[in-house]
């Protein structure tokens, strides 16, 4: 099995900041791409910020300019760095990756459990 462990969610005021690390553990053969969504309550789960396939970072709009994805490869984690965070920005966030477990297996996705994220005005 695969696991996908987040932390470094919290409360933080408007206007402050917040780093997300989630570390993928378990048989891994590859992973191919590490990412964030996040789902607001009432809401529908929508993409925060991904690795693409070629390594390239892809943001939703609402969030270009103030978060930052980065990868640590050689420990299997992603991070998110969110800046200047709105109230608009509270949510659970979820960590995913596109797995390969071995040579022999398809890949797929896996999902941590999430970290809540809440910024009060």
């Known amino acids: 099995q695969v696991q996908l462990v987040e932390s470094g969610g919290g409360l933080v005021q408007a206007g402050g900041s917040l780093r997300l690390s989630c570390a993928a553990s378990?048989?891994?053969?590859?992973?191919?791409?590490m990412g964030w969504y996040r789902q607001a309550p009432g809401k529908q789960r929508e993409l925060v910020a991904t690795f693409t396939i070629s390594g390239s970072p892809n943001y939703a709009d609402s969030v270009k300019g103030r978060f930052t994805i980065s990868r640590d490869n050689a420990n299997n984690t992603v991070y998110l760095q969110m800046n200047s965070l709105n109230p608009e920005d509270t949510a659970v966030y979820y960590c995913t990756a596109t797995v390969r477990r071995t040579p022999l297996v398809p890949i797929r996705d896996y999902w941590g459990q999430g970290t809540q994220v809440t910024v009060s005005s």
């Open positions: 378990g048989i891994i053969f590859s992973i191919k791409t």
